[in-house]
DNA sequence: CGGTAAACGGACGACCCCCTCCATTTAGCC
DNA sequence: GGCTAAATGGAGGGGGTCGTCCGTTTACCG
């Protein structure tokens, strides 16, 4: 990325915003998101840009003026999910029980996963440069840190569970939702399921392998 | 497929054999192999096959006379390790513990899975129509029905884990072991940890979400 | 040593996807 | 209604993989 010149007051929003468009413009590209997610949610995140163009009813060129990249036009299309899985975390760090919060949350946010399989690429993909993530993520890192923390002073989670394990969830969740077909839904409840019984604390059990050390933006796709 | 013309003692061998093959074939042969279990381990298995032939130093031709279809070379290039699952099932089954015997076998076959990208896919694969595995698979799914029966018997495991449950493994480990990285081993390691004590008989516990009745044939890489 | 059939490998046409260019259409304003 | 800049869409060059064809090389046998 070139330096930029010192100064620029709206960080150059490479997408002027939905807002300074004309009609028909605006009308497009709310069409190609709606055609985005579906496809992704249908096919994964390898799909096409001519298939998404074509299911929009626009040309190419359209689609690639509004979103000039790849990792743009998923990250707009995967914006108000993400949004959900924010609002859900708030609501768990609000819950009076930081353990069912706990559950609550991953329960979601896998549910989410395993309905839409290109929500989880969106998810966890990294987005170099990116910053619209950025911050987005790193509040969910704090306030999943905070969750997990609150939990364990509740003597629901146990001790050694670490923060990576939430990862370590999403990305075996993730292996069920693209595998098991159209299972994909009651495998996903299951296995969460089980994790979430073997997270509660319990009776002291054997020593567990050491964490990973995942972080969310450590991942991708295919590694 | 078009039918056959009523006889055909040997049923046809799409692949000559490696004996009936001249020496500088069977070379060859074994070269390709080679390529392709250390193309697939390190770069999963959407190599193109003409790298996997660069590798081996032949040319593609070579190759595609060799092993027709894509899914002939990768039934050969991990007979090898199949046959170590294989063997992993058969020596649980000979362990005086059954529930010992489950949880090795387990924690080899993910290992496995997280050690070898290209593995999984090849494990969890369909064969449509290829016979090679499936006399092998329905030997390991009755192996492994025993197991499973054997250790919920001498109540180390909890009664309404189901067979499918292995499966869900499986799916579960192999998106940790696309995902994470150069973690992929840890993490594995570690989300076999937390599902083998949750699979452990252990004080009644509340209802777990029902299986999600997979089985072996039905899935893929990508569903 | 010589002949033959097996084996070889590179080149090639078909297909797909990416992304840009440009001639044409259209919305919005006077 | 007419003008202008924004917006459009399809064609096309570039890159990559697939799988086959065919002229050349090589192993094996007599």
Redesign the pocket.
């Given at each position: 990325m070139p330096a930029q010149t010192s100064h620029n007051p709206p960080p150059v929003t490479p997408d002027?915003g939905p807002d300074?468009?004309?009609?028909?413009?605006r009308?497009?590209?709310e069409r190609i998101l709606r055609a985005a997610r579906e496809a992704y949610a249908l096919h994964g995140i390898d799909v096409?840009?001519?298939?998404i163009a074509r299911r929009a009813?626009?040309?190419?060129?359209?689609l690639?003026?509004?979103f000039?990249?790849?990792t743009s036009l998923i990250t707009e299309a995967f914006t108000e999910q993400l949004a959900e899985c924010a609002g859900a975390l708030d609501e768990a760090l609000e819950d009076p029980d930081p353990w069912r919060g706990f559950c609550t949350v991953l329960r979601k946010v896998c549910a989410m996963q395993a309905a839409d399989r290109g929500f989880t690429h969106a998810f966890l993909a990294r987005f170099p440069g990116d910053t619209a993530y950025a911050g987005e993520r790193d509040r969910a890192e704090e306030g999943l840190a905070l969750l997990v923390r609150r939990a364990k002073e509740a003597g629901a989670l146990r001790p050694d569970f670490d923060v990576s394990d939430v990862v370590l969830t999403l990305l075996a969740n993730n292996g069920v939702a693209n595998g098991a077909g159209p299972e994909a839904a009651a495998a996903s409840r299951r296995l969460v399921g089980y994790l979430l019984e073997s997270f509660r604390a319990g009776p002291a059990t054997g020593p567990l392998p050491p964490p990973a050390g995942l972080e969310l933006d450590r991942l991708g796709g295919t590694g």
């Open positions: 002027p300074a468009l004309r009609a028909d413009a009308e497009n590209r096409p840009i001519s298939a009813g626009v040309g190419v060129a359209t690639y003026r509004r000039p990249t790849r």
